[in-house]
């Protein structure tokens, strides 16, 4: 593209952006139900000019409620900026009260049922639900109560939430730094609004692969996975309604490692379980820890009972999903030939022990059976479980559901559950970094699984948690109600997701840019990206997806410089950094591509392209630097320690891995200049040949640095040998001024004979005379290695005959790979010995009619 018509697009996407953002706020849903921040008669006031409206709980209502009432005034604050009071003995002097409860815990509410002031036949003994309704004198001396009102403790602290939300708090205010907008006055409409069951029984998250992101910030904030950190992820499942968690578990262990994170869980409503390879309420961390022997039912029941034993009695008083089943120790399959009545003897066996310690039967106790990888295989064979227990089927690790019940199966009174991924350590490839999953496939696989009755449990791999916040809150708001989401609303839920953490101006635009970053990512992962992933060559496609991305990338950019300074943080962290990263790897990508196609051929342009691949591959270090230090004022340490750049298998590794750069001297300049012979002598740097012939398969490559004096040069792959047929070779003009039979040193790098002792070889002639075959290290003796040892350096030697004055081109050609060229000096008669060897002779430019 001409540089004058690009400034002209940026100039007209600028106006267009312009327009955009002008209009953005017209199509923005406004999800308010009952909450207004202008007073109408008959409302209720939260809060206006003169006025703040106490809360009042009971002090024998859970204390989950009176730790989320807390959070409560918190919102409150953060929206008013008022500071209100919380009563649990008696009822405020006070016109208006906010009376928070659940059923049958709540003295208050149970005065207003008995006086028939309060309607509960809707929402009493149900699964989850909450009430809010304002009442006309309620008691004496109160004019109007706001009655916040469970089934069920979670029931109840859901009411206050949604209330929170409505007030515009965002789940995310914490994990990824939301704003929240003030309001002086806010105001609840008259009326009663129910909030019904969840269609989806148990709703949460997995905190898995954990390592090292997720963990070096944990422990750098909270000194490691205490309650002090699960405090934070229990409070986000909350305001996104959901009501379950498998913890962190490689090297940790939830109830071992701080007895206050089941007590804390329990506490907020929080239903622990362990995941799929770690039965019976015990981490895998704890069987290294404390276990013994074989981690084998068949050789090691006694222990294995024993220790399964112990995490039942310690968990029994919460509320946990128990897992049951075994499979191989650290998340393997278990060993080979394990017969299906040997698994079924093991879950016989938990079941006891569930009923023994818990002194009830089994079936009254929630459990789940996973059928992850080979473990599905054995239900397939037909080994089977209880009906009271969950059977909990799994997508392949990537998002695509690998077993269903059939539509008329009978139904089990344990139901089905469903473990997601938008995170995975595995084969082909891990994904880890970015969000690279797609709401609308989320959608099409979880609506598919609740069609077919899986409505138990559904749980969700989300890796480090962050950056996966825009598909959990989607994950967990369609299992609250799964039919409300349709294959036509998803992207407007995308622009109310924007709209809740960016305002309402900027959420078309900002969900415009989440939806394509998501669709480009979910199109290959950046783990799986490569110079290979796209074709340079067919349909210009290459060039195509870096362009949109690049497109992409300055809308995010755009956007970014619009949007109010207190929302950028919130903004960088779930918009532009996954976008503008990403692009980034599409940008170093596509450069190794043509950097590796120009190459081939010897072009010179291959270099430029290089030293993109540098700057990409440095860049990539700064946007680390950028989000761990800089955004929040570093709050986020160590979440982008995630290894993005380097794979070379399923496994992430070590270290990140710049891709191969090649770089082709410009043999332009070279192609009328000539060495010219002086002081008895011609000196050449390899490096700086006139003319360089490779094939399809071999170039000749520079490495810079390499060598006694200058750069060397050598052929890649190392790996490929030239055939019989092949003629790879090196080319050097050099002006004699002199003719005789002289001696020729060619400096190689002391490589050895590392092909069976049959040495390395190279042909050398003069105007394509006949060649002189020398092997550089066959048969070589102890001190010569010694030679080449001390002097970094090996110096072959030969003759060539010089007949008459003028231009001769000196020929090198390779026999076999491993050559790695420095200096070529030709002895005319005055050349003297030293340790470098001769400095470079010098370039002239000569014209002549030869053709080549």
């Known amino acids: ?52 409206t106490p809360i009042v709980i009971d002090e024998q209502d859970y204390e989950g409620v009176e730790i989320v009432s807390e959070w409560l005034v918190n919102d409150i604050q953060k929206v008013t900026g008022k500071t209100t009071q919380i009563y649990q003995k008696e009822l405020p002097q006070s016109k208006n009260v906010i009376l928070i409860g659940t059923l049958g815990k709540n003295r208050w509410i149970d005065q207003l049922i008995k006086n028939k002031k309060l309607e ?3 929402i009493q003994g149900q699964w989850e639900m909450s009430c809010l309704q304002v009442v006309e004198n309620p008691f004496p001396d109160v004019d109007k109560a706001l009655v916040l009102m469970g089934s069920d403790k979670r029931g109840t602290i859901y009411s206050m939430l949604n209330l929170s939300r409505e007030m515009g708090v965002s789940p995310w205010y914490w994990w990824a730094d939301v704003p929240v907008d003030k309001h002086e006055s806010v105001f609840v409409k008259r009326g009663r609004y129910v909030t019904q069951s969840p269609k989806v029984k148990y709703r949460g998250i997995f905190l898995n692969d954990e390592e090292p992101a997720l963990g070096g910030w944990v422990r750098e904030n909270f000194g490691g996975f205490n309650a002090k950190f699960y405090n934070h992820v229990f409070e986000l499942i909350l305001r996104l309604k959901g009501n379950f968690l498998w913890p962190a578990m490689w090297g940790k262990a939830f109830f071992d490692d701080d007895p206050e994170n089941g007590k804390l869980a329990d506490k907020l409503g929080i239903v622990m ?27 090691n029941a006694e222990v294995l009972s024993d220790f399964w034993k112990k995490g039942m009695e310690r968990n029994r008083d919460y509320e946990t999903v128990v897992t049951v089943g075994m499979r191989g120790d650290g998340d393997e399959a278990m060993e080979e030939g394990t017969n299906i009545s040997l698994l079924e003897k093991i879950v016989k066996d938990q079941r006891k022990i569930i009923s023994e310690v818990t002194h009830k039967p089994a079936k009254e106790t929630p459990q789940v059976w996973a059928l992850y990888k080979e473990v599905q295989d054995y239900y397939d064979k037909g080994m089977r479980v209880p009906d009271d227990v969950t059977l909990l089927l799994c997508d392949d690790n990537w998002g695509d559901v690998r077993k269903l019940p059939e539509v008329n199966a009978p139904a089990r009174s344990g139901g089905y559950g469903m473990y997601y991924h938008v995170d995975y350590v595995g084969g082909p490839r891990c994904y880890k970094w970015l969000n690279v999953s797609q709401i609308q496939r989320i959608w099409e696989q979880m609506n598919l699984t609740y069609s077919h009755g899986v409505d138990q449990i559904w749980i969700l791999n989300v890796g480090d948690l962050k950056p996966m916040e825009f598909p959990i809150s989607f994950f967990l708001d369609m299992a609250w109600d799964p039919s409300s989401f349709n294959s036509q609303n998803l992207y407007q839920y995308t622009i109310d997701w924007c709209a809740e953490q960016f305002g309402e101006k900027y959420a078309n635009e900002a969900a415009r840019i989440i939806n394509l970053y998501t669709k480009y990512n979910h199109r290959v992962t950046p783990e799986l990206l490569s110079q290979e992933t796209f074709s340079l060559e067919n349909y210009n496609e290459f060039e195509k997806v870096r362009d949109e991305y690049r497109d992409l990338t300055l809308d995010a950019l755009r956007l970014y410089n619009f949007i109010p300074n207190e929302y950028k943080d919130a903004f960088d962290q779930l918009v532009l950094f996954p976008t503008n990263a990403s692009c980034n790897l599409y940008e170093m990508y596509y450069a190794a591509a043509k950097n590796n196609q120009l190459a081939k051929s010897n072009d010179p342009k291959a270099n430029y392209w290089a030293d993109v691949i540098k700057a990409c591959f440095d860049r990539d270090s700064l946007f680390t630097i950028h989000y761990n230090t800089q955004i929040a004022g570093g709050k986020w340490n160590h979440q982008m320690d995630q290894i993005r750049i380097g794979y070379k298998s399923w496994a992430e590794p070590k270290h990140r891995i710049m891709p191969k750069v090649v770089r082709v001297l410009d043999n332009y300049d070279n192609s009328n ?35 006694k004096t200058n750069s060397s040069i050598t052929t890649f792959p190392q790996n490929e040998y030239p055939t019989s047929k092949d003629s790879v070779y090196l080319e050097y003009a050099i002006d004699f001024k002199s003719t005789g039979l002289f001696d020729v040193s060619v400096l190689v790098s002391p490589t050895l004979n590392f092909n069976a002792n049959k040495g390395l070889r190279y042909a050398i002639s003069v105007d394509g005379k006949k060649e002189q075959i020398i092997n550089i290290n066959k048969d070589y003796k102890p001190w010569d290695m010694d030679r080449w040892q001390a002097n970094r350096i090996n110096i072959t030697k030969s003759k060539l005959l010089i007949d008459t004055v003028g231009l001769h081109r000196l020929r090198i050609r390779v026999l076999e790979p491993g050559i790695v060229l420095q200096k070529i000096m030709v002895d005319t008669g005055g050349l003297k010995p030293s340790f470098i060897g001769a400095p470079q002779s010098k370039q002239i430019k000569l014209v002549t009619n030869e053709k080549k």
């Not at 390879?277 to 276990?291: N, T």
């Open 1 to 52: 593209m001409k540089r004058k018509s690009f400034k002209v697009e940026i100039r007209l996407l600028f106006v267009i952006q312009l327009i955009l953002i002008g209009k953005i706020s017209l199509f923005a849903q406004n999800q308010n139900t009952y909450l207004s921040f202008e007073n109408k008669e008959g409302d209720f006031v939260i809060s206006s000019e003169n006025e703040i």
């Open 273 to 299: 379980s362990t995941s799929h390879h770690e039965p019976m309420g015990r981490a895998q961390a704890e069987w290294h820890r404390y276990g013994s022997g074989p981690w084998d039912y068949k050789q």
């Open 120 to 122: 509960i036949k809707d």
């Open 673 to 707: 200049l000539v060495f010219e012979e002086a002081d008895g002598y011609v000196s050449i740097e390899a490096a700086n040949y006139q003319f360089a012939k490779g094939n399809d398969k071999i170039h000749w490559e520079v490495i810079p640095d390499l060598g």
